[in-house]
């Protein structure tokens, strides 16, 4: 089950490295889109982040429902935003910062909202 946990743990990673990835590479860019980084990115990320939970709550550990829930939620907002706009051609600027800052924002919560760093 550690296996298990670690795997899904690296697939939530990746999907949020992919995701700010591909809003950063677009930084220089005049015009912003949703790239395919993006979609695939806010997609793994998720998907994983929830399996990841569904094997803590199976195991002997507890699991912080709070930061959990903070997640889900800036996470569900990500994946609306990236998948509602997917079919444009473009983005607001304002939209894809915001992308940028709850991207972010996310993984603020998970690396400082930790027992390791109380």
């Known amino acids: 089950m550690d296996t298990l946990r670690l795997i899904l743990l690296v697939l939530h990673i990746v999907g949020f490295a992919a995701l700010i990835g591909g809003l950063l590479a677009q ?20 998907l994983a982040g929830l399996a990841l939970v569904g094997v803590l709550e ?23 935003l990236v998948m509602a706009n997917i079919r444009k051609a473009s983005i607001p600027k304002g939209l894809w910062a915001g992308l940028l800052v709850l991207s972010i924002a996310n993984v603020c919560v998970a690396v400082l909202w930790s027992p390791v760093h109380s």
């Open 27 to 46: 930084a220089g860019d005049e015009e912003k889109k949703v790239n395919g980084a993006m979609r695939d990115g806010v997609g793994t990320a998720f």
């Open 58 to 80: 199976a195991g002997d550990g507890d699991v912080n429902h709070a930061k959990i829930g903070v997640k889900f939620a800036i996470g569900l907002v990500l994946m609306v």
